[in-house]
């Protein structure tokens, strides 16, 4: 099987070598078109192709599989041509190889199999790109070179507390730098429902800024008809700045129907765990979790786990 794969290959890097042995692995011979310089024009201070085509080729020859290396003036090169069998793509050019089998089509060609490479994180978990490497963001084989930034969507201590600890285990090697900032959430002091997800989103979007991610927590009543009761149900919404937003949730619990009462007559959670349990400002210490629990668990564990489950997608490159 004859395999195409093909890119810019600028600063060699983790990504490109992941894209390359996958196609070795697949095919028998591989075409690895390389973009001229002309055609890489406009993507900022990219090699010469003579020094590209040079680390590609010092990569390859180490694989022991026939190769050519192909010079690409155009951004389809010999994809639309007889004598190839499949292409390799990262996720990120998935779509192109999708309108190029739609070309061969039309073209009376057979279409092309499609074999898609997962996009490889750095450790500060966005793809390895060599832009990012020409910025001076990420090194060649994924490693942070500037402090990580994130802006948290709340100065609650602890809401801070249960976000640094997280951060601390996500990212154990990285410089990084917390921003609490007071941001409006725009759902009212006690959300319901679709408006607890929504308060945790405008968090994550007010607080970002110029940061790296932005995290927005926050906690609402859901009902639950089964059950027949309303859970405290803490998301986290998390949004880096490349615009993509992930999600999650951490464990719900049930109110006494009392403290239902006196929120639907418009007062917050800790109004109602003041006038009912003579407990001041609860969410700023233990959390209703705490007291109702008595002490086997409390707020900033709940938190915590609502702030990992929105990590999770990112840990796994999925798209959210």
């Not at 692995?25 to 390389?34: A, H, N, T």
Request: aromatic share 8%; with cysteine; hydrophobic share 40%.
């Amino acid at each position: 099987m004859i395999v195409g794969i093909g890119g810019t290959f600028d600063r060699l890097h983790k990504g490109h070598e992941v894209l390359l042995k996958k196609a070795f692995e697949v095919g028998d011979k591989v075409l690895i078109g390389i973009t001229s310089d002309k055609l890489a024009a406009g993507k900022g201070e990219v090699q010469p192709f003579d020094v590209r085509k040079r680390n590609v080729a010092e990569f390859v020859e180490k694989i022991g599989k026939p190769y050519e290396i192909l010079v690409l003036n155009d951004i389809y090169g010999i994809t639309l041509r007889k004598g190839l069998d499949a292409l390799v793509v990262s996720s990120e050019t998935l779509q192109r190889a999708e309108k190029i089998n739609r070309m061969r089509v039309k073209k009376k060609l057979r279409k092309l199999k499609i074999v898609v490479v997962k996009k490889v994180l750095a450790e500060d978990l966005f793809p390895i790109s060599s832009t990012r490497i020409r910025a001076g963001e990420i090194n060649r084989l994924g490693k942070r070179l500037k402090p990580l930034t994130i802006a948290l969507g709340s100065t609650n201590p602890v809401k801070v507390e249960a976000t640094k600890a997280v951060l601390a285990k996500i990212f154990p090697a990285l410089e990084m730098r917390l921003y609490p900032r007071s941001v409006e959430s725009g759902v009212g002091e006690q959300p319901f429902e679709g408006k607890t997800v929504k308060g945790a989103r405008n968090r994550a979007l007010n607080a970002i800024g110029d940061c790296d991610y932005g995290i927005g927590i926050e906690a609402g009543l859901f009902y639950s008809k089964p059950m027949g009761r309303y859970f405290d149900v803490q998301y986290c919404a998390i949004v880096d700045k490349y615009g993509r937003m992930t999600l999650g949730h951490g464990p719900g619990f049930s109110y006494p129907p009392e403290v239902v009462e006196v929120v639907k007559r418009g007062r917050s959670i800790e109004e109602a765990f003041e006038e009912l349990y003579g407990e001041k400002k609860i969410g700023q210490s233990i959390g209703a979790i705490g007291l109702l629990s008595k002490g086997h668990t409390d707020r900033v564990q709940i938190t915590q786990q609502a702030v990992l489950m929105a990590f999770v997608p990112r840990l796994h490159g999925w798209e959210g």
